[in-house]
């Protein structure tokens, strides 16, 4: 019920070297409640469904899930996402690029983007 985002970002070194490793600042449901370190990364899912069959259970799961890039600069929000691209393509397909822009009260920069998985079971 929950897309592999994490396992598949988190072995990854590119996306190591910019989230770094203890932890790896992506953090699941949109939320980040640890003391604030930038960059980071922050995914939900938004949609998502068991494929149907008449005959038998699913086997398969698809999501689509939301990623938002959080950083003190423009070229290092997108040098995250980049990074995450490059990860998460080799399992999953990008199916949006979202909005970019800097938050009015932190003054930090945001890039969005969502991902499209189908998932075994």
Excluded: H
Excluded at 28 to 47: K, L
Excluded at 102 to 111: G, L, P
């Amino acid at each position: 019920m929950i897309a592999p985002i994490f396992s598949v970002c988190s072995s990854n070194p590119d996306v190591i070297a910019v989230l770094g490793s203890d932890p790896v600042r992506l953090y699941p449901f949109g939320m980040q409640d640890d003391e604030i370190v930038y960059p980071y990364a922050v995914w939900q899912n938004i949609s998502g469904g068991a494929e149907m069959y008449l005959d038998t259970t699913p086997d398969y799961d698809s999501y689509t899930t939301q990623i938002d890039v959080y950083a003190d600069t423009p070229v290092q929000a997108l040098g995250v996402a980049m990074a995450l691209r490059n990860a998460i393509e080799t399992s999953a397909y990008i199916s949006r690029w979202g909005a970019q822009g800097r938050d009015n009260v932190t003054k930090k920069y945001r890039y969005s983007f969502d991902v499209d998985w189908i998932v075994k079971r």
